[in-house]
């Protein structure tokens, strides 16, 4: 089974910074590990879809970011430890939302077949 654990959630106001974390581990029912999936971090926010915010590949040397985070939002990886990180700087009341990590094989393309529980970030004065 994969497991995913975020943790880092919380209350900051506006301007500020923040870091969320996603262990990941355990295998896919094909028997791949978690080491070789891609990741990535989506939010939604109430009334809206689940949006994706950025991904990074499993050897952390590819990213990509959505627009509206670019910037400001960094993602990054543990190799060692499976676990990615998304440092949230500049943050406003628009990214207020649910942020959820996502993994899965090489072979597919974000979102992926995994999820966490979600943390909830709240940007708020």
């Known amino acids: 089974q994969v497991h995913l654990v975020e943790t880092g959630g919380g209350l900051v106001q506006p301007g500020g910074s923040l870091r969320l974390s996603c262990a990941a581990s355990?295998?896919?029912?094909?028997?791949?590990?978690?080491?070789?999936?891609?990741m990535a971090w989506f939010r939604q926010s109430p009334g809206n879809e689940r949006e994706f915010v950025a991904s990074?590949?499993?050897?952390?040397?590819?990213?990509y970011y959505a627009l509206s985070v670019k910037g400001r939002f960094t993602i990054s990886r543990d190799t060692a430890l499976n676990t990615i990180y998304l440092q949230m700087n500049s943050l406003n009341s628009e990214d207020t939302a649910v942020y959820y990590c996502?993994?899965?094989?090489?072979?597919?393309?974000?979102?992926?077949?995994?999820w966490g529980q979600g943390t909830q970030v709240t940007v708020s004065s």
């Open positions: 996502n993994a899965g094989p090489p072979s597919e393309n974000a979102p992926y077949s995994y």
């Open positions: 355990g295998r896919d029912a094909s028997g791949r590990d978690v080491s070789g999936f891609g």
């Open positions: 990074i590949s499993s050897s952390g040397r590819s990213y």
